[in-house]
């Protein structure tokens, strides 16, 4: 079955506890995106990659980092997590010749 | 800049009531564009698509239509359903991967 997959889809976690959120995708997509998303703001980029080494900033990369070391792997990390990055996140990949992005089930993260 | 501005929701109808939720977006280029839907608990899923002017997309029964003079891509449904209840979002792409979505809107269907 063609999924993205997410995990974990809960964290609670402490202020400045490093973490990593992880995305993998089984479709052979060249590209992956995280987004965040929030009541009344809607999904809001953080980071996306176009292909395996290659990534770029979004619209709110303040305070993540991402890789992409393998093809079907893009995780998101949090170095020093705070309590403004309490979140929705959602994964996405696509295929380079079609506009349609596939999400994954989301991870809900609470930083205390 | 490029923006996506929908109607605020919560939006409350009853079963088998017409459904329009706005959506006009702002854009250089020629974007392509999209409504996505999320189910309570669940991932984002491509409910339509339409990448060019006059382009109508379709899918269970909801339809919008590309409108490059007036900017926008409202989504419609002719008889909602309870299980249609959910949050949509419009959305526009582009260059590559990169996807702007607006707010969201939610919807409520009462039976």
């Known amino acids: 079955e063609a999924q993205v997959t997410q995990n974990p889809r809960y964290l609670i976690t402490v202020t400045g506890k490093k973490l990593t959120v992880t995305c993998s995708q089984n479709m052979n997509h060249e590209y992956m995106s995280w987004y965040r998303q929030d009541p009344g703001l809607g999904l809001r980029q953080i980071y996306y990659?176009?292909?395996?080494?290659?990534?770029d900033k979004g619209d709110v990369p303040e305070g993540y980092k991402v890789s992409r070391k393998e093809k079907r792997n893009f995780p998101l990390i949090l170095e020093s997590p705070s309590p403004n990055q309490t979140s929705l996140y959602f994964c996405?990949?696509?295929?380079?010749?079609?506009?349609?992005?596939?999400f994954g089930q989301g991870t809900r993260l609470t930083v205390v | 800049g490029n923006s996506v501005t929908q109607m605020e929701g919560p939006v409350t109808l009853s079963e088998e009531a017409f459904l329009t939720i706005n959506c006009t977006y702002t854009?250089?280029?020629?974007?392509?564009l999209f409504w996505y839907v999320q189910y309570p608990g669940e991932g984002l899923q491509l409910l339509l698509k339409a990448t060019k002017a006059d382009d109508k997309g379709s899918n269970k029964g909801f339809e919008a239509t590309y409108r490059k003079e007036t900017t926008s891509f409202h989504l419609e449904k002719g008889s909602v359903q309870v299980s249609d209840s959910a949050v949509y979002f419009c959305?526009?792409?582009?260059?590559?991967?990169?996807?702007?979505f607006g707010a969201g809107t939610r919807l409520f269907v009462k039976a």
């Open positions: 959305a526009l792409r582009i260059l590559g991967f990169k996807t702007i």
């Open positions: 996405a990949s696509g295929d380079r010749g079609s506009t349609e992005a596939f």
């Open positions: 854009a250089t280029g020629y974007p392509s």
């Open positions: 990659s176009m292909n395996v080494e290659v990534t």
